[in-house]
């Protein structure tokens, strides 16, 4: 019972975990007003006149982002590919937001979520929220149900044993101790 609970809690903190990931974005290394910025746009607009761009290397963060919206799209095949690539990047976040990944789109391959609400959602992240909180739902649901069919056991055993108990009494004519 409380397995149930503590997992429902861990895919909904992992839910959160990859997309607060998509929110990050790198930093601006150049401060405004100062010699070196001022130096540094000089540099910037005569590499955009060549078509030459320095970008930061954001791949890691590119297949995080993917592999996000195929997940938000039921792509489940493709969003692994994608947590794959950001795994193979090997810095130890990269690893454990993969592994994260990796799980919640084997649970919502498993439990066929991706129908649940993606038509109702015009962003990628919403879509899966809505997903897990789907997700979490259903998990609260079959929490409950075990928890109904534990309390009809524990009746039916404890009536067992008050049957049994009676049949000793029975059988040896003596009360049970």
Do not use: W, Y
């Amino acid at each position: 019972m409380r397995h149930c609970q503590r997992l429902a809690t861990s895919f909904l903190l992992a839910a959160i975990a990859l997309l607060s990931g998509c929110s990050v974005l790198p930093a601006q290394d150049g401060v405004a007003g100062s010699a070196d910025s001022s130096a540094m746009s000089d540099r910037d607009m005569s590499e955009s006149s060549s078509g030459v761009c320095q970008c930061p290397d954001d791949t890691q963060l590119d297949q995080f982002s993917i592999a996000l919206q195929a997940l938000s799209r039921g792509n489940h095949e493709s969003a692994r590919l994608a947590f794959t690539r950001h795994a193979e990047v090997g810095s130890e976040q990269n690893l454990s937001e993969a592994s994260a990944g990796l799980a919640l789109a084997d649970i919502l391959a498993q439990n066929g979520s991706e129908s649940a609400t993606r038509a109702d959602s015009d962003s990628d992240r919403a879509a899966l929220i809505q997903m897990v909180v789907s997700l979490i739902a259903d998990l609260q649901g079959q929490f409950a149900e075990l928890e109904a069919q534990n309390a009809a056991l524990t009746v039916d055993l404890e009536k067992r044993e008050e049957a049994l108990k009676r049949l000793r009494e029975l059988t040896l004519g003596q009360p049970e101790g």
